[in-house]
């Protein structure tokens, strides 16, 4: 049985369509799910055979959130899935709103050297639901309005594209969650082939890449990614999304003591990167207990930044969140699975 909250409106409406009714309907399912929030019980403009169908044909389940660990700024959520598998999600407090990052996958297959979500493997792509259902249940224990959504949380999201594409629907829709397509963020590490079928969608998300190095030598032993696909094919196709969408792209750059951190990597960095539509984010590294990278030290992530700005490069460091609570993606299932 399929979960109904994985359904974009669509969706429903082909759904509705087959059963020869209205496909309007999709609509007021779409408001008793995410507006009103009630049972189908209460669905009182459907028909009482119509909520019969829909109950023999759609689950309404969702995880569970099972532990909460919360900072000033931050909370962070481990939710249990159905099959007893965990995820986490993380929200932060800014002055312009709230915002989540979410997982999408179980562990991940990308295996960078750097990654907790990475140690453990990918056991399981999620399901549109599951993904849809972090955003609601926080939202339902905060008594807020999430109004950001970054998906960079457990997982690669390009490794699991439908869902992801669903997830993405839904949430956008002005009929659901109603977060702005321009408050979604996608962050991957990379997957070429993936980030044109992306730009052929026409969608106005933002666009985060892990870059994490300025050359293939250096990346290629911080991500495995690079070795299929490597920094020349990555930046051609950085290029091209940008060309055809016309939005600026991000660049993530995990800042790794005595890694990637030097002058001269700064300086590299700024020639790959001279003339792009992007900015850089420079995020100092969140340490974990299983892995020995170490983060670069404040000044060194300053003199980096400031050799970049001085090089016409666009950067800002990334504010540090929830380092106490370990926020950084994986390490609160990490700990749950090494119970
Ligand atoms: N798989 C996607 C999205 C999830 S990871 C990707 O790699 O882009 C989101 C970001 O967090 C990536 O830029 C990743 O490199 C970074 N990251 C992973 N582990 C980290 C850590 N311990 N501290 C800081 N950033 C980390
Ligand atoms: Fe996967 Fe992203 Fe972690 Fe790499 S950084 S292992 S792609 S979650």
């Keep these: 049985m399929k979960n109904i909250y994985g359904f974009t409106r669509e969706m429903l409406e082909e759904y509705f369509i087959e059963k020869n009714e209205k496909k309007f309907k999709a609509l007021q399912v779409f408001e008793w799910l995410y507006i009103h929030k009630e049972n189908l019980e209460n669905w009182t403009n459907i028909k009482k055979e119509i909520r019969e169908q829909i109950k023999k044909d759609f689950s309404f389940t969702m995880p569970k959130i099972v532990k909460c660990e919360r900072d000033t700024l931050t909370r962070k959520y481990l939710f249990e899935l159905e099959d007893a598998n965990h995820i986490e999600a993380v929200i932060m407090y800014h002055d312009y709103g709230i915002s989540i990052c979410v997982s999408s996958q179980v562990g991940c297959n990308m295996g960078c050297a750097f990654c907790e979500s990475g140690r453990l493997k990918k056991v399981r792509n999620l ?25 960079m949380g457990i997982g690669e999201p390009l490794d699991n594209y439908e869902n992801v594409m669903h997830f993405i629907k839904i949430i956008n829709d002005a009929k659901a969650l109603a977060i ?63 060309a055809h969408t016309n939005r600026r792209v991000t660049i993530e750059y995990v800042m790794l003591k005595g890694i990637n951190d030097s002058e001269e990597n700064a300086c590299e960095l700024a020639s790959l990167l001279r003339g792009m539509n992007i900015y850089v984010n420079l995020i100092p590294y969140n340490e974990t207990n299983h892995i020995e990278f170490k983060k670069s030290e404040k000044q060194v992530i300053s003199k980096f930044c400031e050799t970049l700005k001085s090089k016409g490069i666009n950067v800002t460091i990334r504010k540090e969140f929830g380092s106490k609570i370990s926020a950084a993606c994986g390490q609160l299932r990490s700990k749950e699975v090494e119970k």
């Design 127 to 151: 399901e549109t639901y599951e993904m849809v259902s972090q955003i609601l249940l926080i939202e339902e224990d905060i008594k807020e309005r999430i109004s950001s959504v970054v998906i």
């Design 180 to 242: 702005g397509i321009r408050h979604i963020t996608l962050s991957t590490s990379g997957i070429v082939p993936k980030i044109k079928k992306l730009m052929q969608e026409n969608i106005q998300i933002n666009l985060a890449i892990s870059l994490h190095a300025p050359n293939d030598t250096l990346r290629s032993k911080l991500m495995k990614v690079n070795e299929v696909y490597n920094i020349s094919q990555l930046i051609d196709a950085i290029k091209e999304y940008i």
